[in-house]
Nanobody, 115 residues
């Protein structure tokens, strides 16, 4: 089992920044992928960004140039630096972990961007 604990969400004005963190614990496999997804009310959950344990990253087109995903493998923690936030970034943000073919999700953290 893998447990994921997210933090860092909140309310911010448009143009502002937030940094999300997700700490993984439990049976962590050294080769894995961790990522951030988001889900706005009435919409499907969508990929924001993900990163492999080797540091390869992938971003949704809507966040490229504004969001940066990074990780600290020693701490089993992934971060999402979100800059130039827009009201359309408002959503619940979920961290996930994929390792040995098993997928785990965090509980989510709310990000609200006011105009």
């Amino acid at each position: 089992q893998v447990q994921l604990v997210e933090s860092g969400g909140g309310l911010v004005q448009a143009g502002g920044s937030l940094r999300l963190s997700c700490a993984a614990s439990g049976s962590i496999f050294s080769i894995n992928r961790m990522g951030w997804y988001r889900q706005a009310p009435g919409k499907q959950r969508e990929l924001v960004a993900d990163i492999t344990s080797g540091g390869n990253t992938n971003y949704a087109d809507s966040v490229k140039g504004r969001f940066t995903i990074s990780r600290d493998n020693a701490k089993n923690t992934v971060y999402l630096q979100m800059n130039s936030l827009k009201p359309e970034d408002t959503a619940a943000y979920y961290c996930n972990y994929l390792g040995l073919g098993r997928l785990y999700w965090g509980q989510g953290t709310q990000v609200t961007v006011s105009s």
